[in-house]
């Protein structure tokens, strides 16, 4: 294709969004205009689905559940009046609670205002937050924020020695819509003793973001807990971030949580076309049904010409594998439907796989992220008339056309600068394109058996733990791995209570173990 086509295939289907400043440039996929209209009757039904989606239709038919969102910025869409008031009174609830932490009015025992904010969460709990922390928390942050994401007992640590000296003015947020979410219940815990072993009232210094009446709900309200924010039933973990999930830190960290808010308003009002041309995350979902031939048969590689949107890529990898990774279509048809996402940042990317991305296997498309604005304020000139933001826009420019010229296609959506309104535009753009996406492959962007399936299987992991401990504990003398197996009634669970043991050991918890560590087969293993 040559230069002057190029440039007409450019223009001819880049879409901008004038009141955000926003472009999407799918012009370097390679559809054509009968690609797109053979899928228009998939995109009508598309259109159609996230239409009802909006007014409330059950799209959780595992757990009866509505997906809203998209009320949570645009109250007046809740299909009913409770809903409404429900999303209104929640942003009052925390507007009003943070506006008191940095007047003081709300303060920890020790000290007349809160420095830092302990955030735990996994998941969509964490992940939204993190990004838009990294993303957006102004350099003078009123608050710093770390967070609690995993169950990592050294990850826990380094967070809490990090906050050694100013664990007493540390606002803990505790994030699960159950209660129950082993990893967000096991960092709280560890909190919780870290404060009691320093003296200090846990309660006094946290706040609960969950479930109505949950088992966190009614824990946080016994004990006293400075607030609860309801986390609301039709607002799943990957979606969250616009809720009383992230808006609390986002607002306590400066970050104008309105604006964010409208930003995303602003991109579901124009994702809402039903025109796919004109509709950015309409074409956003052409590109990846093309370049994956709807079976996700491309990797998605997203790459942020941005510092401040590296976990950009960490966000969409839950909302779209945890959306699109689907064994089975709507039908009950055994699909195995997905799209992966990986992403590092320009140009660090320049110097880390960018040579297998034009020259390796051709499993991928590429997202770029750019940013316009370079920086607050003039750049110095490193050469005549060329600054640092220069060279960054060159090689984003340079990469995309590399990549093209060796039948790499890529995206590239552009926005003016990192700010609230914009990010919360982003966030919107791609919630809406993996809805859309998840209709013309026809499966349910908004359950998760896989999730739900990994966590029982690590239950059972943990009971038998317990089957094994017991056992020997009663027993009395050395065991073979055989002989614990076959008492505790799972021999088909040898390899499984192996690495039970070998993790036990490794951590002095009871288990006296003998023989070659290399070979299973020797080890006889006690209990202390």
Sequence with gaps: MDAATLWERYRNWLYYHEALGLYVDV???????????????KFDKAFRDMAALESGAIANPDENRMVGHYWLRDPD??????????????????????????????HPPNGDRFTDILSIGIGGSALGPEFVADALAPKDAPLDVRFIDNTDPAGIDRTLYELRDRLDRTL???????????ETRNGMLEVQ????????????????ITGVDSKLDRTAEAEGWLARFPMADWVGGRTSELSSVGLPAAALQGIDIRALLAG??????????????????????LAWYRAGNGKGEKDMVVLPYKDSLLLFSRYLQQLVMESLG??????????RQGIAVYGNKGSTDQHAYVQQLREGIPNFFVTFIEVLEDREGDSPELEPGITSGDYLSGFLQGTRKALFENGRGSITVTVPRVSPRSVGALIALYERAVGLYASLINVNAYHQPGVEAGKK??????????????????????????????????????????????HLHANQRGITLVGNLGRPSSWQVSAV
């Design 326 to 335: 689907k064994e089975k279509d709507l039908d009950g048809n055994v699909v």
């Design 172 to 182: 803990v947020i505790v994030i699960s819509k159950s209660g129950g979410t082993p």
């Design 457 to 502: 299987a690590a239950a059972v992991v943990l009971d038998l733990q317990k089957q094994v401990v017991e056992l020997l504990q009663s027993s009395g003398k050395p065991m073979t791995l055989e002989e614990i197996a076959e008492q505790v009634g799972c021999p088909q669970e040898i390899e499984t209570i192996y690495k039970i043991l070998r």
């Design 264 to 285: 995303a308003r602003e991109m579901d009002a124009a994702t809402r076309i039903p025109d796919i041309k004109t509709n950015p995350a309409a074409l956003l979902a």
């Design 77 to 106: 869409l809740a299909p009913t009046p409770e809903i409404e008031a429900e999303i209104t009174d929640t942003l009052e609830q925390i507007e009003t609670f943070v506006a008191k932490v940095r007047a003081g009015k709300v």
């Design 193 to 208: 003793h870290a404060f009691a072993q320093r003296g200090l009232d846990f309660a006094k210094q946290a706040i609960a």
């Design 27 to 41: 012009s370097r996929v390679d559809f054509d205009d009968a690609f797109v209209a053979g899928l228009k009757p």
